[in-house]
């Protein structure tokens, strides 16, 4: 038996981001794989000690792309937890409505995303044309589409413009009324089923193996750890939704998870829409002097969301000064990007390896930093 | 905090005879150990629920000449991140690995070794390189890193002088 060993990325259309993995194959069979991080590499931690705890804030939303949001969330709790600030009701509110919409971008982007791998490209186009209109919302609301840099310490950056709730409204009625014709295509199509059904198994041993969190771990435990329930942040104990949860997880069950929380994302915004204050403030300030230049109290403190991969946490270490002293990230996809793959690749078919990356939830630049 | 929960705080700071420290976050503890303790500390809290290894970071304290090491864990069962956290020796940093209680830790403790230079004796793999291609200077996440200076001595340095055309040049044909 001869093995070749073979590059997957990091310009594979199948591919995730700028990642690779050798994969040392025998046939179509993977052998040994091992994952090669590194190529979006920016020094993403030193660079935050050398900048301004609000010069930070423009860097920080690059560390996830699709989901850029919950790293301005962490960052920002994180800061209001070593300093004691109390953020306004009002920005809760909003903060708890851009999650959710990004939230829905990112997992329109992956139900759509399944198609490349699976070889269903009318999918992606689909998935990729319903996340523009969540992305128009973006817009109209922060001023940018994709890094928004909206959630900022003591708040949000500035408040609703007038008339975004009705567009939010038709934005989500538009798009409750298509989901289920994209589970009808995606979800329930026999080309994807072919692929991805009892295919890319998630054990629940390996789940507590690695650290896997999110979906990955509800879909395979049947458990509730969702950090919204277990540890609510922002307002998300005053509203109601479910944690869809699963007891075998295969590709196709994580897929369907990410369909359902999609139903209850639409739910909570709905709520938030319903329960929020009409007005009011919406961003404290830090320092009465330059609202560039503050400092934040001696400290440290771990903080973190439930993205739609999982666990996502800064660790946040201040000295007191004008410039964080250290600042470590927790990205959610570390534990399957990494020894998930050297070790649980190994056995699939190379052209399952798209799918496992997709379906696992490997996300490289929060793995690089 | 719900009685339940000082309770079994109480409990264990029995058991292990160490202080369970308050942090500026809603449950979120630390506990302040010897590095030689780490691993009864970190067994016992699996133990109890702490399944879940979040992150285990480094900080640089180079002027008291120290390392901290951070192990964050999580228990699922009521939402609590324990923060375990031991001083190194910055001189001669030197650890035992985690990876027998949780397996997850492996490529962590290759980032900091890649980032911090600490040594993880016990984990066969430590000392490949990660993220970094090439790297022959010191672990750049030390304080003492001075990036600017890595970058004079590694690229030639380019003028980029400002030069505004004066002339239109008109196409001719």
């Known amino acids: 038996m001869k093995e070749v060993k073979l590059f997957l990325g990091p310009q594979h259309p199948g591919m995730h981001g700028n990642y690779s993995v050798h994969m040392y194959v025998d046939g179509d069979m993977i052998k040994k794989a091992r994952p090669t991080p590194g190529f979006l590499h920016r020094g993403f931690e030193k660079l935050m000690e050398r900048r301004l705890w609000m010069g930070n804030l423009a860097l920080i939303p690059r560390i996830c792309v699709v989901e850029p949001d919950i790293n301005e969330m962490v960052y920002a709790m994180g800061i209001e937890a070593l300093a004691g600030v109390e953020v306004p009701e009002r920005a809760h509110w909003i903060r708890m409505m851009i999650l959710e919409l990004g939230r829905l971008a990112i997992h329109m982007m992956a139900i759509g995303g399944i198609g490349g791998p699976t070889g269903m490209y009318t999918a992606t186009y689909w998935g990729i044309a319903q996340r523009d209109l969540i992305l128009d919302l973006f817009e109209k609301i922060t001023g940018a589409r994709i890094y928004h840099m909206y959630i900022v310490p003591g708040g949000v950056r500035k408040d609703l413009p007038e008339g975004i709730l009705e567009d939010v409204t038709k934005v989500l009625d538009q798009l409750e009324k298509n989901l289920p014709e994209y589970e009808e295509l995606i979800l329930r199509h026999p080309i994807i089923h072919a692929r991805i059904k009892d295919n890319i198994m998630l054990p629940e041993s390996v789940v507590w193996e690695l650290g896997v969190t999110g979906i990955g771990m509800r879909s395979a435990t049947g458990t509730e750890n969702d950090l919204r329930k277990v540890k609510p942040y922002a307002r998300y104990d005053q509203v109601e939704f479910d944690v869809p949860t699963a007891t075998y997880s295969d590709a196709l069950t994580r897929m369907q998870l990410k369909y359902q929380e999609m139903h209850q994302s639409i739910r909570i915004i709905r709520q938030v829409m319903e329960k929020m204050p009409k007005e009011g403030p919406v961003r404290t300030n830090f320092s009465a002097g330059s609202a560039l230049r503050f400092t934040v109290p001696e400290g440290m403190v771990y903080t973190a969301v439930e993205s739609s991969r999982g666990e996502y946490g800064y660790f946040i270490v201040s000295d007191g000064k004008e410039q964080p002293y250290r600042i470590a990230v927790r990205g959610a996809s570390y534990p399957q990007g990494l020894l998930g793959i050297e070790k649980y690749l190994t056995g699939y078919r190379i052209d399952d390896a798209s799918i496992w990356m997709d379906t696992m939830g490997v996300c490289s630049p929060e793995i690089d930093r | ?173």
């Open chain 2, 1 to 173: 905090m719900t009685n339940s929960m000082s309770n079994w705080i109480e409990t264990l700071e029995k058991d292990l005879g160490v202080e369970v420290l308050d942090s500026p976050a809603k449950l979120q503890y630390f506990i302040d150990v010897e590095h030689t303790n780490v691993h009864q500390t970190l067994a016992y809290l699996r133990h109890v629920g702490f399944t879940q290894m979040s992150l285990l970071s480094c900080i640089d304290w180079i002027e008291q000449g120290k390392f901290q090491l951070i192990c964050i864990l999580m228990n699922w069962e009521n939402g609590v991140h324990m923060l375990v956290r031991t001083m190194l020796d910055r001189e001669n940093p030197e650890f035992t690995t985690i990876t027998d209680i949780y397996p997850g830790a492996v490529y962590y403790e290759r980032e900091i070794h890649e980032f911090f230079g600490v040594h993880f004796r016990g984990n066969p793999t430590y000392q490949k390189p990660l993220f970094l291609e090439r790297w022959d200077d010191m672990p750049p996440l030390r304080k003492d890193f001075d990036p600017q200076a890595y970058s004079d001595s590694k690229f030639p340095r380019r003028e980029h002088p400002h030069v505004f055309k004066t002339k239109v040049v008109e196409v001719t044909e």
